[in-house]
């Protein structure tokens, strides 16, 4: 079954002309903390496949667009490819012969930095496990708008963007206020940066109050206005209420902004709203963040004050600390002051997504549970518009000057795991499910994570030619992998600490190479352990009760004393 | 003088207490001449604190108006507020606390008043003896004997009566030996590795002094350790600059042409003020509220404390590799032979010896090497991280010693028999306690106060059923192989569970285990219906 997807991979040209050695015998492989493995090496147009000769062993599949960089090193005529993976991994392949050594090398080049999307894995993937339910269908708006519904009646679900016109980056329905026509949403798009006009992104059932989610308004240097964006924010606010505007901007590069026509919503315009600026940064920053975090992580050096110094200046765990920060700023206005509150950065699709999204896991239990999280990734991620394709494109090895890269996704799925380790009990999934979504991002067999928007997913006809992670996941035997032995679901807010101290290196996704995790791995198996075989002994105590309890009934003499 | 006179102040009524993950409470507070007590005076509560006065590390008061604020810092890290109404009363009361928490005479300490119902002084006090221990080593009998040259501890006042040296080293030569080494340490067996037959020997520095003064009868000493086997391994916990500037002050090093068996290995290690000073700035670092990443870090990493770690556990793996994998007896010495000597003399057991990981092997270890071994608690441990008090000997060798197996059982979760609860326990308990265990700098102190007379066993109380299940590591799974550390910088973390203990976050995790634990021991008790 396997071998003919390799034929059918290996039939298409693309391929076939990127690969002029196909196979290699007499290949070693070295990996961190496990043995070294000789055997067969194979490239197809899709994977890099290591066979050893002998049955059973270990073989290595791995995913052309997993890989993040590769050098080259030679020692006599054997060659040695030291294969960089965008999961943080390091390999290393010892390749008899410079020409072969030579041609595997650019075969791996090329087939790993392929730019077009439609000659990826996922399409070419075909599933072996049955698809119970098909994970393209799980969280539609639609369905998400009908569970609003049923608490409130202010919001309607907008078609005004069905054709991908109004907002090239917004998914076809949208959650706006009731008293809002398409044609006023259509005037506000034009006054926010890529079109992206306020939309809900979470009603909070306690109190009523909203979060919604934007770009930045286009006001420019002569600080333009829009009278219907006005009204649209203004209608989400009840009667002498004043809500919050969240700009993950500081208040300079929101000024800065203003040059290049964007801005942010001015006091005398906007008086019901109370500005706050926070610092979260993007792009290159982030990259080059995690670049130093991962060099720093691989550092082989034995100096404590080396390694916390380059910790430090990665300046990792500061980001996480802006983020988290911010996140439980927009709680605190929801839940605590009871007033509604609008997210927006520059284009609204990185930094704002991490606050949207983090608010609501420190808010909303549902957001804690396996299918929930599934749903917020959905939603907050790949239906607003995450540029996954573009920010997932090189991870940290990459030697290419970064472009659109930015680990903003990776940085989320870290602040959610500072809040899963505060708060041990308050989450169904486990930090696994956390680890396979970073992975997933950035090199997957599904096409969950493939493209950029709603749009492109629709031009690319991914729910049809494609599977979805989801639909591998929600499957009985990997949901019990990925769920946390200790949930008790838990109805409250809960609210993390961002004091500098609480804050962990995520040893889990950072040095999970560098380390090995048997020791880890056993003592959390044990730990499962010990909780499935209480809950075994309690429903044995329950169903004794309940016998004892009918023997008495039936047994009158029982009773008597 | 009696303890009344120091109180001139016994109770207060409406005082305000602020303590760490509770919220602020009224009531009344009382001064005892070895607590104080805090009962609080609130409808349908009866919550009280009571506080060993020995456990305040410092208090400072603050005055406005006609009441008081005392800041009591604790040696187990905590910070407590009282707010206290009337300025005299709150002068009286921190005088009390300032003057009581700092007692110098042994028998007035607490452990000499403590009695509680379910403890007999007529109880054995301590888990072994030397003499115990020796007997139950069948395997060393054959090559080893136990000497009652130091019974009276004339010959090193800092060792037990009894201690384990070669079959072939009469007491003669061991009182040679003696004079040769500082405090009169001569080496003595602290382990035997099964395995393959290799020992762990500790001493203190030999006085060669700037002479290179030689002792024939020390030579003859560790050339019977090590018999017919090639070499054997000097672990000395100084630098080779420091070992010869020791020399200008009278003491020294082992030198090749003199010990030609051995090979010197020299690894660094801090003590003393500059572990002292290590400690403060640490916990300095975890109470700064400024929220910025960037100086959390810088003050981590200025303090130095993990680097500390991370030398304590690689001398130690280091020690473990000379006698587990390359098959060769050790000796271990710095200076005196009571610090750093016992520190990765115990580790290296944790490492290889799977006894030692059991809850009571571990208690029994640190009785037998840092109790009995002469490591000076008293001096030690006067004063922790708040202190004002110019430091003297004060030193937390015993709270790195902890952090160090805090960091073996995270990275090895099923093999440690006992859990952080044990450990976070013992540093309190070596600071302040009930119990008369870490009373006094050695044995033969220990024996002119009548400790062990009058006073209870803390191992001994651990033992007892209740507190096994709590102390216990739910997920134990023994194992026969050495544990090896990583001892990579990445792999090093700080131990939050002590550090942090009195913010949030620890609280939650403290909670899982809680959890676990108690499921564990709900099991046990179904099994035995």
């Not at chain 2, 608690?377 to 430091?391: D, E």
Request: with cysteine; hydrophobic share 35%; glycine share 6%.
């Amino acid at each position: 079954m396997v071998y003919s997807i390799l034929i059918k991979e290996y039939q298409i040209m693309e391929f076939a002309e990127l690969i002029k050695t196909p196979r290699v015998d007499g290949v070693v492989l070295h990996r961190p903390f496990m043995p070294t493995v000789e055997g067969t090496l194979c490239l197809t147009g899709h994977h890099l496949i290591l066979s050893s000769r002998q049955d059973n062993t270990e073989e290595l599949w791995l995913l052309h667009s997993n890989i993040d960089s590769i050098e080259k090193r030679f020692v006599g005529s054997v060659g040695s490819i030291i294969v960089k993976c965008k999961d943080l991994r390091v390999i290393q392949l010892d390749i008899p012969g410079m020409e072969e050594c030579l041609n595997i090398a650019s075969s791996i080049e090329a087939l790993s930095t392929l730019d077009s999307v439609s000659l990826m894995y996922p399409f070419f993937y075909r599933p072996m496990f049955e698809v119970i339910e098909d994970g393209w269908n799980s969280y539609l708006p639609q369905d998400a708008f009908k569970e609003l519904e049923s608490m409130t009646d202010e919001w309607r679900l907008s078609k005004v963007n069905k054709d991908f016109t109004v907002c090239p980056s917004y998914p076809p329905l949208v959650a706006v206020p009731i008293n809002i026509d398409d044609d006023t949403l259509k005037k506000v798009a034009t006054f926010r940066h890529g079109g992206r006009f306020p939309v809900l992104s979470y009603y909070h059932k306690k109190n009523g109050m909203v979060m919604m989610r934007a770009g930045q308004p286009l006001t420019g240097t002569n600080g333009r206005r829009c009278k219907e964006d006005e009204k649209l924010i203004n209608a989400t606010l009840r009667p002498g209420k004043r809500g919050y505007i969240i700009d993950t901007r500081t208040i300079n590069v929101a000024q800065q902004a203003k040059a290049r026509g964007g801005g942010f919503e001015s006091e005398g315009n906007y008086p019901q709203w109370r500005r706050i600026h926070k610092a979260i940064d993007r792009y290159n920053v982030l990259q080059e963040s995690l670049i130093k975090l991962v060099e720093a992580c691989n550092d082989q050096s034995h100096s404590m004050d080396r390694w916390l110094s380059k910790l430090e200046a990665s300046n990792w765990q500061t980001h996480i600390k802006e983020i988290l920060t911010t996140a439980c700023l927009a709680a605190q206005c929801i839940d605590r002051e009871g007033a509604s509150v609008l997210v927006h950065g520059t284009e609204g699709t990185d930094s704002t997504l991490q606050v949207s999204s983090l608010a609501q896991i420190i808010l909303d239990p549902g957001c804690r549970t396996i299918k929930g999280f599934q749903g917020l990734v959905d939603r907050e991620w790949l239906q607003a518009g995450h540029p996954f394709q573009q920010r997932c494109a090189q991870s940290a090895y990459s030697n290419s000057k970064p472009r659109q890269e930015a680990p903003a996704f990776l940085l989320f799925l870290d602040c959610v795991w500072q809040v899963l380790r505060q708060f041990p009990c308050s989450f169904e999934f486990n930090e696994s499910f956390l680890v396979l979504l970073f992975e997933h991002a950035y090199a997957s067999q599904f096409g969950t994570f493939l493209g950029s928007c709603a749009a492109d997913r629709a031009r690319l006809s991914l729910p049809e030619k494609t599977v979805s992670l989801w639909s591998w996941v929600n499957r009985p035997q990997e949901l019990e992998r990925l769920t946390n032995p200790l949930y008790e679901a838990n109805s409250l807010v809960i609210w993390p600490s961002v004091a500098p101290q609480s804050l962990l290196l995520w040893e889990g996704l950072f040095l999970r190479w560098n380390r090995s995790s048997k020791c880890l791995d056993e003592a959390y198996d044990e730990m499962v352990h010990i909780i499935e075989y209480n809950k075994e002994l309690q429903n044995k105590v329950n169903s004794l009760r309940r016998q004892l309890a009918q023997l008495e009934t039936e047994d009158p003499l029982l009773n008597t004393p | 003088m009696e303890f009344s006179d120091h109180i001139k102040t016994a109770n207060v009524e409406d005082v305000v207490l602020r303590q760490p993950l509770h919220p602020p409470s009224r009531g009344t507070l009382c001064i005892t001449g070895h607590h104080l007590l805090f009962s609080e005076r609130e409808e349908g509560s009866s919550q009280q604190v009571l506080l060993l006065l020995r456990n305040i590390d410092a208090v400072e008061k603050r005055m406005s108006g006609s009441s008081g604020t005392i800041t009591i810092k604790c040696k187990d890290l905590r910070v407590l507020q009282l707010d206290i109404p009337g300025m005299e009363q709150c002068l009286n009361i921190s005088r009390s606390i300032e003057t009581l928490s700092c007692l110098d005479n042994v028998s007035e300490m607490y452990p000499f008043f403590y009695r509680p119902t379910d403890l007999s002084l007529q109880d054995q006090w301590g888990l072994s003896t030397p003499e115990k221990h020796y007997t139950q080593m069948k395997e060393l009998h054959e090559r080893w004997r136990l000497s009652s040259v130091n019974k009276s501890y004339s010959v090193c006042p800092s060792y037990p009566p009894a201690v384990i040296v070669p079959n072939c080293i009469d007491d003669e030569t061991l009182k040679k030996v003696a004079k040769f080494r500082q405090g009169g340490r001569f080496p003595v067996l602290c382990y035997y590795h099964r395995k393959n037959g290799m020992v762990i020997m500790r001493s203190s520095q030999p006085l060669t002094g700037a002479n290179r003064k030689r002792c024939k009868e020390d030579e003859l000493l560790l050339q019977a350790v090590i018999e017919d086997s090639d070499k054997g391994f000097i672990i000395d916990t100084r630098s080779s600059q420091q070992v010869h500037q020791a020399r200008m002050t009278g003491g020294g090093f082992e030198s090749k042409s003199f010990y030609n068996c051995w090979k010197r290995l020299h690894r660094q290690m801090e003590r003393g003020k500059a572990l002292q000073e290590s400690l403060i700035k640490l916990v300095e670092a975890c109470s700064d509220e400024s929220h910025s990443v960037d100086r959390w870090l810088s003050k981590l990493e200025n303090s130095k404390w993990l680097s500390h770690v991370q030398t304590a556990l690689s001398t130690a793996g280091l020690l473990a590799e000379c006698v587990e994998r390359d098959g060769h007896s050790a000796l271990v010495h710095g200076y005196e032979g009571t610090d750093c000597s016992l520190l990765i003399c115990t580790l290296a057991q944790l490492i290889m010896d799977p006894f030692c990981r059991t809850l009571e092997g571990f208690l029994a270890l640190l009785e037998r090497e840092w109790v009995q071994a002469g490591h000076p608690f008293q001096q030690r441990c006067a004063h922790s991280a708040y202190s004002h008090a110019r430091f003297q000997q004060e030193s937390p060798v015993f709270l790195l010693l902890l952090d160090c197996v805090w960091q073996l059982w995270r990275q090895f979760p099923l093999a440690l028999g006992f859990s952080e609860a044990l450990l976070l326990r013992l540093a309190n308990e070596v600071y302040a306690s009930d119990y008369g265990t870490f009373l006094c700098n050695n044995d033969q102190e220990r024996c002119a106060l009548g400790v062990k007379d009058r006073t209870h066993c803390l191992f001994r109380a651990l033992l007892r059923p209740a507190e096994i299940d709590y102390y216990s590591n739910p997920l134990y799974e023994p194992t026969e192989l050495a544990i090896w550390p990583s001892v990579h910088p990445q792999s090093l973390q700080l131990w939050r569970g002590f550090f942090l203990r009195w913010t949030q976050l620890a609280h939650h995790l403290e909670e899982v285990q809680e959890e676990i634990r108690s499921m564990v021991i709900e099991w046990a008790r179904v099994a035995q219906r």
